[in-house]
């Protein structure tokens, strides 16, 4: 079974950001079954975790709670980050796990990028900004990223076909270490090097 953390670095109770992780994570989910695999999904939301990361930052220290955070990080097989974009730019939230988390937390995990917010203007950010902060990090981030603006629109055709194309790259790279779970031309891509 894939460990895949849903992580949320919105800070409303009522999250766009939340909302759009988890729709990628049932087309994941849905995909994994496809694949006759199956996922384990856990949301980690960072607004609940906000004032321990900071402590963190700021002090170089290790709470249980920030322990735990690497931990689940560390043992996912695969994360799905959502943010909303602020000012052309990422949650702080998603910037303090990033940091106190560090490279060693993150390196060689697949993962999809999602981000929400105000307008369509914004839509640019998660390959402008969260994109090369993960490459930094060594993730192996999926190409297909799904910007909504907020709130989510439930009848948009175009942001279910990103969602879908995410979740499949998302799953794909998770199945790639057992390429015999793979449906024909994905097996055939895999062996032929793409």
């Known amino acids: 079974m894939a460990k895949i953390e849903v992580v949320s670095a919105g800070t409303s109770a009522a999250s766009a950001s939340t909302e759009l992780a988890m729709r990628i994570s049932s087309a994941t989910d849905s995909t994994l079954r496809s694949y006759a695999m199956s996922g384990e999904f856990s949301l980690l939301d960072l607004k609940s975790h906000a004032l321990q990361l900071m402590q963190s930052f700021i002090d170089y220290s290790r709470t249980a709670a920030v322990q735990d955070l690497a931990s689940r990080i560390a043992q996912a097989d695969a994360l799905i980050i959502s943010t ?111």
Do not use: W
């Not at 910037?95 to 999602?114: C, E, F, H, Q, T």
């Open 84 to 194: 909303p974009i602020l000012n052309a730019g990422y949650s702080p939230l998603l910037k303090l796990l990033v940091d106190v988390i560090g490279r060693d937390g993150l390196s060689g995990k697949p993962v999809v990028l999602a981000g929400t917010g105000g307008s369509d203007r914004h839509c640019l950010a998660l390959d402008l900004s969260v994109r090369p902060l993960l490459s930094h990090m060594k993730c192996a981030v999926t190409d297909t990223s799904v910007f909504s603006r907020a709130p989510l629109q439930h009848r948009d055709e175009a942001l279910h076909q990103r969602i879908h194309r995410a979740a499949e790259e998302l799953a794909t790279s998770i199945a790639q270490e057992r390429p015999g779970r793979l449906p024909g031309p994905q097996r055939a891509a895999l062996a032929a090097g793409g």
